[in-house]
């Protein structure tokens, strides 16, 4: 069993900043990528950020130079620094995780549960 548990999402106005933390537990041999993805309403899930085991990172283009990730492998957890935040970044967010179980395992995506951010005024 995995768990990826979320939080910090919320409410800010547009130009604030939030941070999201995702940290995953459980059954863990070995993890690979860690990122974010996010869904607003009607539309689908789009990757935002992911970041390799090495540290190699990729962002969608409406989100460079406003938000960053960084992961801490001591404690199986990835972040998303979000700055300079836009309505248009209202959505859930969600972790995302491939890992190995054990050695034998096959690499295997988990998600979280999601988190809301709202950027309004």
């Known amino acids: 069993q995995v768990q990826l548990v979320e939080s910090g999402g919320g409410l800010v106005q547009p130009g604030g900043s939030l941070r999201l933390s995702c940290a995953a537990s459980?059954?863990?041999?070995?993890?690979?990528?860690m990122g974010w993805y996010r869904q607003a309403p009607g539309k689908q899930r789009e990757l935002v950020a992911r970041?390799?085991?090495?540290?190699?990172?990729d962002y969608d283009d409406s989100v460079k130079g406003r938000f960053t990730i960084s992961r801490d492998n001591s404690k199986n957890t990835v972040y998303l620094r979000m700055d300079s935040l836009k309505p248009e970044d209202t959505a859930v967010y969600y972790c995302?995780?491939?890992?190995?179980?054990?050695?034998?395992?096959?690499?295997?995506?988990?998600w979280g549960q999601g988190t809301q951010v709202t950027v309004s005024s």
């Open positions: 995302n995780v491939v890992l190995r179980t054990s050695w034998g395992s096959s690499r295997t995506d988990y």
């Open positions: 459980g059954s863990i041999f070995v993890i690979y990528a």
């Open positions: 970041i390799t085991s090495g540290g190699t990172t």
